[in-house]
Structure formats: structure tokens, C-alpha cells
């Protein structure tokens, strides 16, 4: 992956929780909530190319990150097809799992040309604590 000079706030994940409503979302709003914390991370880490590569994620403080593979991905969130989940732990960190077939998709929020035609945006579920 290319290596781009990223600087990850300290509290990049408060600030993205923070747009997260304290009640039930349904499919559609989680999804628009998705879509928001797409651009608002966007724009905490500056100006960046299109196609941001997710190593940068594990710069995050806090966070770790594990390639699945897509039955892996299905096991753990019992959903096929799903890009990524992310879990909260006892101690506060986070832990992202990205499925590989996943790792070329742009992330949610990017200007929608950006997308080749017919191509996902990467979405993480939350699979819950542990």
C-alpha cells in the first residue's frame, strides 16, 4: 500500500462516536450515520486522496486490526457478504476486522464518482463487547 503521511487525531473514535444517537437506528439511519462519520473522518485527517488505503487505521490509538477472510467475516457477524465489524472491549479498545475481499473498497463518504460502477463502500458492523 502506499504509504500516506496521515496524522490520526488522539480522539479520532470519541469524535466519530459522538455523532452516534443514544437510541435504536434502523437499517437505513445506521446507514446514513455511517455515511456522516465517513465525511466527518475525511475531514479530520485533511486532505487525502480518494482512495484512502486502511493501513492507517492501525495508527488509531487504541485499535487493533484483523484480516478475515470472507467465512471468517460470515462466522463472526453472521451476516454475508459483510465488509467489516468492529468490537469493543472491556477495556475501552477497539478491535477492527476487515474481510480481504474488502481491503480494496473505497470508504463510505467519499464523493460518489469516486466509486467505480457497481462497487461497495466499506461499512463496519458492530458485532457488540468483549
Known amino acids: 500500500m502506499t504509504n500516506i503521511p496521515i496524522v490520526v487525531p488522539d480522539d ?10 443514544k437510541r435504536r437506528l434502523t437499517y437505513g439511519q445506521s446507514r446514513i450515520i455511517a455515511q456522516i462519520q465517513a465525511l ?3 475531514k479530520l485527517l485533511g486532505k487525502l486522496p480518494t482512495r484512502l ?3 492507517w487505521i492501525e495508527r488509531i490509538p487504541n485499535v487493533s486490526v484483523t484480516l478475515l477472510t ?11 457478504g459483510a465488509s467489516g465489524a468492529t468490537d469493543i472491549r472491556k477495556d475501552g479498545s477497539y478491535r477492527i476486522y476487515i474481510n480481504e475481499r474488502a481491503r480494496g473498497r ?13 462497487q461497495a463502500c ?9
Open 122 to 130: 466499506l461499512g463496519l458492523t458492530h458485532t457488540g463487547s468483549g
Open 106 to 118: 473505497p470508504l463510505c463518504g467519499q464523493p460518489a464518482d469516486a466509486k467505480e460502477p457497481g
Open 70 to 80: 470472507g467465512d471468517e467475516m460470515e462466522e463472526l457477524t453472521k451476516s454475508p
Open 53 to 55: 488505503p486502511l493501513d
Open 12 to 21: 479520532l473514535i470519541l469524535q466519530l462516536r459522538k455523532l452516534i444517537p
Open 40 to 42: 466527518r473522518l475525511r
